[in-house]
């Protein structure tokens, strides 16, 4: 009879050792998702890329009084100006533009970058068709 309570002993721990590799396995795992969507969300913040090279397209685009960064971010999506509306209120939060988005209609380019967008709806760069007007 003790032989049988034993081989019961041996098989639970086996088994308790097998779930524990495979608890381990999966922490791995999850670490590993997190860390690449952590690289992938801080590559698109600081590599900023325009949504189409070249002269792009032009859109407008109507920012409300009392948007938020976010809201902005979500609308400037909607109209194809830029990919992620997290990525372009971090972005946001990091650059000279912090807190000086204005509202109003605009007219932007899918040319632009983040920090192209957020300098004319900060009212820092006015429109290239003003600019070649001399």
Do not use: C
């Not at 721990?13 to 779930?19: C, S, Y």
């Not at 381990?24 to 890329?49: E, R």
């Amino acid at each position: 009879m003790s032989n049988i309570s034993t081989n019961q002993d041996h098989g639970v721990m086996v088994a308790g050792g097998f779930f524990r590799i495979v608890v381990y396995i999966a922490i791995l795992l999850v670490i590993v998702w997190m860390g690449k969507t952590a690289y992938s969300f801080g590559y698109d913040i600081f590599n900023q890329q325009a949504m189409s090279p070249g002269d792009g397209q032009e859109v407008t685009v109507v920012i409300q009084e009392g948007a938020s960064v976010y809201n902005i971010g979500r609308t400037l999506k909607k109209k194809g100006l830029i990919e992620d509306a997290k990525v372009f209120y971090v972005q946001e939060k990091l650059s000279v533009y912090k807190g000086k988005l204005k509202p109003g209609t605009y007219i932007l380019s899918t040319a632009f970058t983040a920090d192209q967008i957020m300098a004319v709806l900060a009212g820092e760069e006015e429109d290239e068709s003003e600019e070649e007007t001399w």
